[in-house]
């Protein structure tokens, strides 16, 4: 009697869950993402924003986004798990930093699928993305390597994790490419996002004789600091031309847009499955904004880099790789490192003359 | 220019915001209110200084939306803490997250907008001195005018009897209510001053320093301004060689690193941190107490107690 009592209350939270499901899959697609800074940033939260938005012109009444700016990291797995506790389908979390809560939701929450951006883990239900930005590096250090007069140029970097760290090998190597003389001097701002600081970071690196500055902090802080004082730099994340219309020589765009309306189309036709994309510039993931402010031959060069790079004819992390002590890396790849080389990447590559802070 | 006068003139811009911020605070907690609210005060001043500066194209008016944007922001935490006696590290933290939220709101139009730099003021022949000329002569009035500023402070708070008497209400409430001081008003007056101050600060930061606006762009100089009010004891001077100390630790670090010297940077990092609480050791172990605190700071303030 009691057992059955039981069942029937099981059957019927079971049917009302049907049925609510049911319901669920005529209304809207929800669609959640976590960003890392404000929206207002101009740089890396700004471009996921710019691929949401992309979603909604996209899929128009099918679908209903909303977002969580500035969580930190050290707490989002409230916020993510607000999103899936709230009905979306699709949740985004766009920081590396976003990792380990991410995987946690997504454990508590099989059917709401996930997308972690610049990570690792994955599960059933977590994918993962990510671009290759270093690729961009390289063809911004050649044009650095060309552009130099002082012969030294200059890094703002956040912290020193294997992205960071693979995009000044990448930066380097294309300076060293086309100018082997060529030095580099690193600053660690040991922040993403600060303004003030970064222009203090690039400022240190200009006053101490470097003249084409590139940064991976999400500011246009550094490059705007680099316009004041009449020399060179990189947009880093967005295009920052209007910030620095003079100092800017081309920017690596992240385009997340494309990707953004792939897997909320598969989600929609019900094709998605668990997966890990790293794209580059041929994926369009990685976008070079107009190269400006230099001569021909050095836009000529740049733009050949970039075509290059594009069809696969050049890596800028082919073998032979050599670190900081004249050991060469063990090539895992086909003739360049393997992407698990790169985006484990804790080392320097000879010439930079630099400790890399561990 | 050579490094080392580049590297001084860095260490002024860094400074600045955080001894006008400073300044502001230290007068509204001599007069024994704790306003915890700098931080959200500054990013009024931000947001409202750039929205005006890009809207009417116009510096000065940027430079007064920054100091009325603050002076509001303080003139509600002043209704909350003195006309409803509420708890002041509460509505203070509580204006942080405001001023915060609402300097989002405001900027939200102008996440993009870039304004021209302030130019500095030059003046004649004494700028172009070796090392000093450029370092004294050639900065931006918001520089001089926070010098200026600190001696103003130091001169009202030490030798007038209008500061003796936020001194002595700072001091004891209960006391100087019944020697019938005006301490509403007088810390009503004090408050307002902190908000202008904050704001101006925040003005700095996004029409000199950055010359753009994005949310969060304080990141942090208001906390940094509280802390050097308990790192100067509650003195203007201190508070002065505090901002530079701190900024001089700050730009320094950036230095060491691109000079090489082999430093991790997170230890440098943290560099302006440790100096601020070994600061804060000498003076106590000194003078064997809690340095200089006004000894209302902090207390809500009701007559009939």
């Known amino acids: 009697m009691f057992s059955r009592s039981i069942i029937g209350i099981l059957a019927g939270a079971a049917a009302l869950a049907l049925s609510a499901g049911g319901a669920a899959a005529q209304q809207k697609l929800k669609i959640g993402f976590i960003y890392v800074g404000p929206v207002g940033d101009h740089g890396w939260s700004y471009q996921h924003d710019v691929g949401r938005k992309a979603i909604e012109k996209a899929f128009g009444d099918k679908v209903e986004t909303t977002y969580v700016e500035s969580v930190p990291e050290a707490d989002s797995e409230r916020a993510i798990e607000q999103l899936a506790r709230t009905g979306h389908g699709l949740v985004f979390t766009t920081s590396f930093g976003f990792m380990e809560p991410t995987v946690k939701v997504a454990r508590k929450y099989p059917n709401v699928k996930f997308e972690h951006a610049t990570g690792f883990k994955r599960a059933p239900n977590l994918s993962t993305y990510a671009a290759k930005f270093h690729e961009g590096r390289y063809i911004i250090g050649q044009i650095a390597g060309k552009m130099s007069k002082s012969g030294t140029i200059g890094y703002v970097g956040a912290f020193p994790?294997?992205?960071?760290?693979?995009?000044?090998?990448?930066?380097?190597?294309?300076?060293?490419?086309?100018?082997?003389?060529?030095?580099?001097?690193?600053?660690?701002?040991?922040?993403?996002?600060?303004?003030?600081?970064?222009?203090?970071?690039?400022?240190?690196?200009?006053?101490?004789?470097?003249?084409?500055?590139?940064?991976?902090?999400?500011?246009?802080?550094?490059?705007?600091?680099?316009?004041?004082?009449?020399?060179?730099?990189?947009?880093?994340?967005?295009?920052?031309?209007?910030?620095?219309?003079?100092?800017q020589l081309t920017a690596i765009v992240d385009n997340w847009s494309d990707y953004y309306v792939a897997r909320t189309k598969a989600v929609l036709d019900g094709t998605w499955k668990s997966d890990d994309t790293w794209g580059g510039l041929a994926a369009n993931m990685v976008v070079m904004s107009p190269y400006k402010n230099m001569p021909d031959d050095v836009k000529k060069m740049a733009e050949e880099t970039e075509a290059a790079i594009r069809s696969g004819k050049l890596n800028p992390f082919k073998c032979p790789v050599v670190k900081q002590d004249g050991a060469e890396v063990e090539c895992k790849g086909s003739g360049a490192l393997s992407d698990e080389q790169v985006l484990g990447m804790n080392f320097y590559v000879k010439g930079v003359d630099d400790k890399l802070p561990q | 220019m050579t490094t080392f006068e580049a590297i001084l003139l860095t260490i002024v811009t860094a400074s600045t915001p955080l001894l006008i911020a400073a300044m502001g605070e230290l007068v509204t907690e001599r007069s024994g209110v704790l306003n915890l609210g700098v931080e959200g005060m500054m990013a009024m001043g931000a947001a409202c200084s750039f929205a005006a500066a890009v809207t009417f194209e116009s510096t000065l008016l940027g430079v007064l939306a920054g100091m009325v944007a603050g002076t509001l922001m303080a003139a509600l935490f002043a209704l909350v803490v003195l006309g409803f006696a509420a708890n002041q590290v509460g509505s203070g933290l509580a204006l942080t997250i405001l001023g915060l939220g609402l300097a989002g709101l405001i900027g939200a139009p102008f996440v993009g907008a870039r304004r021209d730099p302030v130019p500095p003021i030059d003046i004649p022949v004494l700028s172009e001195l070796p090392v000093i000329g450029r370092l004294f002569f050639e900065q931006d009035l918001f520089v001089y005018g926070s010098i200026a500023l600190t001696v103003l402070v130091a001169f009202y708070l030490n030798r007038t009897r209008s500061g003796l008497m936020l001194r002595s209400i700072g001091e004891n409430h209960a006391s100087a209510h019944g020697l019938g001081l005006p301490v509403w008003r007088v810390r009503f007056l004090a408050i307002l001053f902190g908000g202008a101050c904050a704001g101006l600060a925040g003005t700095y930061l996004a029409l000199v320093y950055t010359r753009f606006w994005s949310p969060g762009m304080t990141a942090g100089r208001g906390w940094i301004a509280l802390a050097l009010v308990v790192f100067a004891a509650w003195r203007p001077g201190w508070a002065l060689v505090g901002a530079y100390i701190f900024g001089a630790a700050t730009v320094l670090q950036l230095h060491a690193q691109a000079a090489q010297f082999g430093v991790p940077s997170q230890v440098l990092s943290a560099v302006p941190y440790l100096a601020t609480i070994l600061a804060l050791l000498l003076l106590s172990i000194r003078r064997g107490r809690a340095v200089g605190a006004p000894g209302s700071l902090g207390l809500p303030f009701v007559p009939d107690r």
Do not use: C
């Open chain 1, 161 to 247: 994790i294997p992205e960071v760290v693979a995009g000044i090998n990448a930066y380097f190597l294309g300076a060293q490419s086309v100018n082997p003389d060529i030095k580099i001097k690193v600053v660690w701002a040991n922040s993403w996002y600060d303004p003030a600081k970064e222009a203090d970071a690039a400022k240190a690196l200009l006053d101490q004789g470097v003249d084409v500055i590139a940064q991976h902090t999400d500011s246009p802080a550094p490059i705007q600091a680099a316009e004041a004082r009449g020399k060179f730099g990189f947009g880093q994340a967005s295009d920052m031309e209007r910030f620095a219309p003079k100092a």
